[in-house]
C-alpha cells in the first residue's frame, strides 16, 4: 500500500474546516518552518527532490534557488491552480476537500520566498471552489496564520484568490501571469523566466497546487525522509487522477514505485477494466503525453515491468515511452478508436490555442481537419503523411507548450497505432458504424 502524505485525513469529516486540519495537526509544519530560516527552508526543499507536480517535474528547490532577489523589489508566489489538462483534476480534489493543505503550504513557502502577497490563480470552471479557498483563508488570518506579523514573527502575508475566464493556455505559467495582470492570457517568451522577471516584472515563483501542498509534509517530516519514499529522482508522493475505462475513477495518492499493471487492475487503485475487456492503451500524464499501447505500457523496451514513476514511464524516449506529466491517467479498452480518439483531443488544442503563433493557429486546425477526414472515412494514404508532417512543423515552434502538447499526441498516436489509420482510409464504408478494435490486430 502507498504511503500517504497529502490526502492521509481527506477522508475526515470536516477537514475542510480550520478547526478540524488543526486538530489533525494542521499548521504545526507551519509554525515550524517560521521558526526556521528561509535558507534552511530551501535546503529541506531542496533535499526533498520534489520535482514540478504540474507536469513538467521541474526541481522545486531549483526553481526557487532562481528567484531573483533585487533589493527593494517586492517577489511574488503565484500557485497554477488553472487545472486543464484533459484527465487531470487531482488538484480540484485538493482544494475541494484540504483547502488548509494548499493555505499552510502557500504561508510556508511564501515565508522562504520572501513573497508578502501571494496568488491562487483559479480556472473559471472550477466556479465553486474559490469560495471554500476563501472561507479557508479568512479562518486562518483569524487564527493568526495569514495577515500581518504571523505568530510574532514580523512575517506579513496575504492570499488573493483570481478566477480565470476559462482558457486552456492560463495555465501555461506566463500566460497566466498576463491574465493575473488583467490583460489577454498570451504566453510571453523565455527567458525571461518568471523566476527573474514574473507578475508586473516582478521576480515570482509559479508552482502548481500540488507541489505546495508538499511543502507541508516536506516540512513535517524532513526533506531527507521524504527522499526516502519513492525511487531515483522520482521522489515522495504523486496524486494521480485516474479515469477512462476502468472500474474506479478517482484520485489516488501513490508512492511512485508500484507498476502501472498494478495502479490499472489492483482493487487499491484503478481496479481493473469494466466487462473484463482488454486494455488497449493509456495515457499517463494527462492529454499532451504521448499515448501509449498496452504492450508497451506495460513493460520498458528492456523488458522490465513499467513503474508509475517519471524514469520508467519515459523509459525509451518518444518512440516507446512516455511521461509522467499532470497524472492525469487516461485508460482505454479495446473498444476505443484512436484516431477518434486523436481527433477530439486535437479539436480541443484548436479550440485552446491562443493564436499567437502561425505553426500552432494553422497548425492545430489543420490536423483537426485531417484527423475528421479520416475519421469520417473519407481519407487518402497521402493525408496521414501529411498529418505526420504538420505535426512535426508544429513541434518545437512555437512559444509556448501548447503546440508541442498538440503535435505529441498525433506523433504517438501515427507511430503506434498507423494501421488503424490506414484501416479508416481502407474501409470507408465501415467507419461510422465499426470500431477498430483489438479484435483486428
Ligand atoms: P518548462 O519545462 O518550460 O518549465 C517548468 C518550470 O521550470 C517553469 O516554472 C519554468 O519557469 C521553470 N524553469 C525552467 N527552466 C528555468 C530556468 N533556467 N530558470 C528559472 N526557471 C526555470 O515547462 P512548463 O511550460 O512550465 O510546463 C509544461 C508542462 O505542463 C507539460 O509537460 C504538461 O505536462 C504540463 N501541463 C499541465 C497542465 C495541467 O493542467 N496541470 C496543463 C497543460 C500542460
Known amino acids: 500500500m502507498s504511503k500517504k502524505l497529502l490526502l492521509k485525513d481527506a477522508h475526515i469529516e470536516g477537514i475542510r474546516y480550520f478547526e478540524t486540519y488543526r486538530k489533525q495537526g494542521g499548521y504545526t509544519a507551519a509554525e515550524k518552518a517560521l521558526k526556521m530560516t528561509p535558507d534552511e527552508i530551501l535546503e529541506e526543499v531542496k533535499t526533498s527532490g520534489l520535482r514540478g507536480r504540474g507536469g513538467a517535474g521541474f526541481p522545486t528547490g531549483m526553481k526557487w534557488s532562481f528567484l531573483a532577489k533585487p533589493e527593494g523589489v517586492p517577489r511574488h508566489l503565484v500557485v497554477n491552480a488553472d487545472e486543464s489538462e484533459p484527465g487531470t483534476f487531482k488538484d480540484r480534489y485538493l482544494m475541494e476537500f484540504l483547502p488548509h493543505l494548499l493555505i499552510e503550504g502557500m504561508l510556508i513557502s511564501s515565508f522562504c520566498l520572501g513573497s508578502n502577497v501571494s496568488y491562487i490563480y483559479i480556472r473559471g470552471e472550477y466556479s465553486w471552489i474559490p469560495d471554500i479557498l476563501e472561507e479557508a483563508i479568512e479562518e486562518a488570518k483569524a487564527a493568526g496564520f495569514l495577515g ?3 505568530l510574532g514573527t514580523g512575517f506579513d ?15 501555461e505559467e506566463t500566460a497566466l501571469l498576463e491574465s493575473l495582470e488583467g490583460k489577454r492570457g498570451n504566453p510571453r517568451l523565455k527567458p525571461p523566466f518568471p523566476a527573474v522577471k514574473g507578475l508586473w516584472e516582478r521576480p515570482t515563483v509559479v508552482n502548481n497546487v500540488e507541489s505546495i501542498a508538499a511543502i507541508v509534509p516536506i516540512i513535517d517530516i524532513t526533506g531527507a525522509e521524504y527522499a526516502k519514499i519513492g525511487v531515483g529522482r522520482s521522489t515522495g508522493t504523486k496524486l494521480i487522477s485516474a479515469c477512462g475505462n476502468i472500474n474506479k475513477p478517482g ?21 481493473g477494466i469494466p466487462n473484463g475487456k482488454r486494455l488497449k492503451a493509456c495515457i499517463p500524464g494527462g492529454s499532451s503525453v504521448p499515448i501509449v499501447p498496452a504492450n508497451l505500457l506495460l513493460k520498458t523496451v528492456n523488458g522490465e515491468p513499467r513503474y508509475m514513476n517519471y524514469e520508467s514511464l519515459a523509459d525509451g524516449g518518444f518512440a516507446t515511452g512516455t511521461m509522467m506529466g499532470s497524472g492525469g491517467f487516461i485508460v482505454l ?14 479539436r480541443f488544442y484548436h479550440h485552446e490555442s491562443c493564436g499567437q503563433c502561425t ?15 479520416i475519421e469520417k472515412g473519407e481519407g487518402k494514404m497521402e493525408d496521414i503523411d501529411l498529418l505526420w508532417d504538420i505535426q512535426r512543423k508544429i513541434e518545437g515552434n512555437t512559444i509556448c507548450p501548447l503546440g508541442d502538447a498538440a503535435a505529441w499526441p498525433v506523433a504517438a498516436a501515427i507511430r503506434h497505432f498507423r494501421d488503424e489509420f490506414e484501416w479508416h482510409v481502407k474501409n470507408p464504408e465501415l467507419c461510422l458504424t465499426q470500431n477498430y478494435g483489438l479484435a483486428n490486430y
Request: net charge negative; hydrophobic share 30%.
Open 359 to 373: 505553426p500552432c493557429r494553422e497548425g492545430t486546425g489543420w490536423m483537426h481537419k485531417i484527423l475528421k477526414k
Open 148 to 150: 500581518k506579523n504571523i
Open 251 to 271: 484520485v489516488y495518492e501513490i508512492d511512485m514505485t508500484i507498476t502501472v499493471e498494478e495502479f490499472i487492475y489492483s482493487d487499491e487503485y484503478c481496479g
Open 157 to 171: 502575508c496575504e492570499i488573493y484568490v483570481q478566477r480565470g475566464g476559462g482558457a486552456y493556455i492560463c495555465g
Open 333 to 346: 479498452d479495446e473498444d476505443q478508436c484512436i484516431v477518434e480518439h486523436t481527433m477530439t483531443l486535437a
